[in-house]
């Protein structure tokens, strides 16, 4: 029997945008959906990288230069071709599309948050963004003051372009490209990744990363440096991987904000959060725990985190961030009060038909009950049934994640000496667990490297007694627990 989660990605990738081409199909719900459809799904393992992934070979005014052209800003590296008449058009559709953008949506969404959300709009927190792709922009919009932005999608990275180096047809199909894809975002307030994906079939506009570099020109920041980027096995960046189908990859980039000279970073990975590629995978969840202070923003998210296939994200994202804010395609309304007080804002009825299975009774009757009124912009998936809804989410105990109960003194106290000792390690994780969840372990005790906790059992005076107990261990579950040795109470590697 198929999940409900791979029916919902059937009817996702059956459904076409027909407005388009002038057709109708059903109204207002028309719009396609697609954020993860089946065939689209990443397989780390068979990621291919072309021999030159890696750019860092190019200086970092290139990436800024890029980006004012892709933005229709004068370059006085490519001056020539923003002297050609397409160019001229290209940079007055670009001008008039962003200034739409702008006015209906941006600005009104600026104004709203300053007027109910300014906790949130003024958090200098880092910004988690999962499931959001290339939309930088709404992130920028309601978290301005954000010191790091981590965006995460299926979509490529994609590599810097050099336009002296295109040919004129190419460098026209490129531009179009790139503009084309903004449509929906213009227009409805979220990219469509299944569009995103045709989008980024172009030769130069294959990936997410010219549309990161077009958003902060157009936003007047100045790129002051940037470079490909995956993670190593303990959540570390590094410019180069022997291994890199294995790990998250992407981009960074540092920038600086009109007026303000703070640096600033916004990192893109690309990889698959749905349970299976991420069992026992801790490099995300690691890199993720690296920053102090996190929020989450869940916007036009397919309602993964509701499906049975993203219980690791789900639980990621509550854990670590304090402070979310989603539509309802995010965290079930259910799921989220009872961590969070949860202030609400819109109108809903009922998700799309495709959602069907995802409709929340219990957030209309709490919008009911509030008498709460339109949100004065168009957001999410929602708002193709002319309503838009958010929740700011605050955890009702920002130390609740972190309070653990005294745990009981074992029967057998583990006594570190000057000897060697030798320990089975059975368990990674990025935050504190409760050593009598392992009841049914004998000596378990933790140590912690590179901000990870490692969890062990049993306690022997050599390798060979504890070779023995090893296969008990993994019997009970842990089929990836391995012999560590310790010497004075530290790790020997």
């Not at 490129?174 to 299944?194: C, E, P």
């Not at 854990?319 to 949860?342: F, M, N, P, R």
């Amino acid at each position: 029997m198929k999940s409900k989660y791979s029916l919902i990605l059937i009817c996702l990738t059956a459904i076409m945008f027909q407005a388009c081409n002038g057709t109708k199909n059903d109204g207002a719900e028309s719009v396609e959906v697609i954020e993860y459809p089946a065939e689209d799904i990443v397989n780390q393992d068979e990621v291919k990288l072309s021999d030159d992934f890696y750019l860092n070979q190019i200086d970092q005014s290139s990436a800024n230069d890029l980006a004012r052209f892709l933005a229709g800003k004068s370059v006085d590296k490519y001056a020539d071709l923003q002297n050609t008449d397409f160019y001229k058009a290209y940079s007055q559709k670009a001008k008039q599309q962003w200034e739409e953008l702008t006015t209906k949506t941006l600005n009104p969404v600026k104004k709203w948050c300053s007027e109910n959300i300014s906790d949130f709009s003024n958090d200098t927190s880092c910004l988690f963004y999962p499931f959001g792709g290339p939309d930088l922009i709404f992130a920028m919009t309601f978290f301005p003051n954000a010191g790091d932005y981590i965006l995460q999608g299926l979509e490529n990275p994609g590599k810097l372009a050099e336009p002296e180096k295109i040919s004129e047809p190419k460098i026209h199909a490129y531009l179009d490209s790139l503009l084309y894809s903004f449509r929906y975002l213009t227009r409805f307030g979220f990219f469509i990744a299944g569009q995103m994906k045709d989008n980024f079939k172009n030769e130069y506009l294959d990936g997410t990363l010219h549309i990161a570099l077009y958003t902060l020109a157009m936003e007047n920041c100045i790129i002051t440096n940037y470079r490909d980027i995956y993670l190593d096995n303990r959540g570390n960046i590094t410019e180069s991987d022997g291994n890199a189908t294995k790990h998250p990859y992407g981009w960074e980039i540092v920038f600086k904000k009109e007026g303000d000279s703070r640096p600033r970073t916004v990192k893109y990975f690309r990889m698959d959060t749905s349970d299976p590629p991420m069992t026992g995978k801790m490099e995300f969840p690691f890199f993720i725990n690296s920053f102090k202070e996190k929020i989450c923003y869940l916007k036009s998210a397919s309602y993964l985190l509701q499906s049975v296939e993203f219980k690791i994200m789900q639980k990621l994202v509550v854990d670590q961030c304090d402070k979310i804010l989603q539509d309802e395609s995010g965290l079930a309304y259910g799921k989220v009060k009872k961590d969070y007080d949860v202030k609400l804002f819109g109108t809903y009825t009922r998700p799309l038909k495709v959602f069907s299975i995802f409709k929340q009774d219990d957030l209309k009757q709490a919008l009911l009950d509030k008498n709460s009124q339109p949100l004065p912009f168009k957001i999410g998936y929602a708002s193709q049934l002319n309503e838009s809804v958010l929740m700011a989410c605050t955890r009702k105990d920002p130390n609740a994640q972190q309070i653990v109960d005294k745990v009981e003194t074992p029967s057998k106290p583990i006594i570190y000496t000057k000897d060697t000792v030798y320990k089975v390690q059975f368990r990674v994780s990025w935050k504190r667990l409760d050593e009598r969840d392992f009841k049914d372990l004998p000596d378990v005790d933790y140590y912690t490297d590179n901000s990870a906790y490692k969890y062990t059992t049993g306690n022997f005076k050599t390798e060979a007694e504890c070779k023995e107990f090893l296969p008990k261990v993994r019997a009970k579950g842990f089929s990836d627990a391995f012999i560590v040795k310790f010497y004075s109470g530290k790790r020997i590697k």
